[in-house]
């Protein structure tokens, strides 16, 4: 089922998500299923389970295609992500890039992010879930777990001059501008 996804200005989307604390239970995989399906429908590229108003430590993002909002970068592969920890690996760099958000629909900034990163957490079944995450995988990684702690990427931006919208921002190129 596709849910609506709360919008910036929403109290919710600034909460601490809890841990989730039972695995492989027929409420989470219907949760897990309701969020693939809400992510695909708006074409995300990640979506963090406090965006739909539950509030658990769940995250997924990746697609087996390339995503239309990013057509450049590289495909993530799908991953469905519980109690995420990210660890930023001690020799990444950290680089501002555009992110938009479908919490916050119709902008984007750029936003400094680790370029490399560790994350570890669980799989649906409480099996552990550990990867390294290179340039646009991290970069989503981070920004769905951001989510988690209540935390937008507009929180993030350095320069304000980089944050608008689409439209204005990449006027006259061809980009999906729709968040």
């Known amino acids: ?5 709360l919008k910036m200005g929403d109290a919710r989307l600034l909460r601490e998500a809890k841990l989730i604390t039972e695995f492989n239970t027929k409420a989470l995989h219907t949760l897990i299923a309701d969020m693939v399906d809400t992510m695909t429908a708006a074409q995300g590229a990640g979506l963090a389970a406090p965006q739909i108003g539950v509030d658990l430590q769940l995250v997924i993002f990746g697609s087996d295609e390339v995503n239309p909002r990013y057509p450049d970068a590289e495909k993530v592969p799908r991953t469905i992500l519980l109690n995420p920890v990210i660890t930023p690996d001690p020799l990444s760099d950290i680089e501002e890039d555009w992110e938009g958000c479908l ?15 560790h994350y570890k957490g669980y799989d649906p079944y409480g099996n552990v879930i550990e990867s390294l995450a290179t340039n646009f995988h991290a970069r989503v990684v981070q ?7 209540g935390v937008l990427y507009p ?4 320069d304000f001059s980089t944050f608008g919208f689409n439209e204005v ?9 729709d968040d």
């Open 169 to 177: 921002l990449f006027a006259g190129m061809e980009m999906p501008i």
């Open 1 to 5: 089922m596709v849910h609506e996804i």
């Open 103 to 117: 919490s916050v629909p119709g902008l984007r900034a750029k936003v400094p992010r680790y370029t490399k990163i």
């Open 155 to 158: 929180m993030r931006i350095r």
């Open 143 to 149: 920004h769905e777990c951001d989510h988690l702690h």
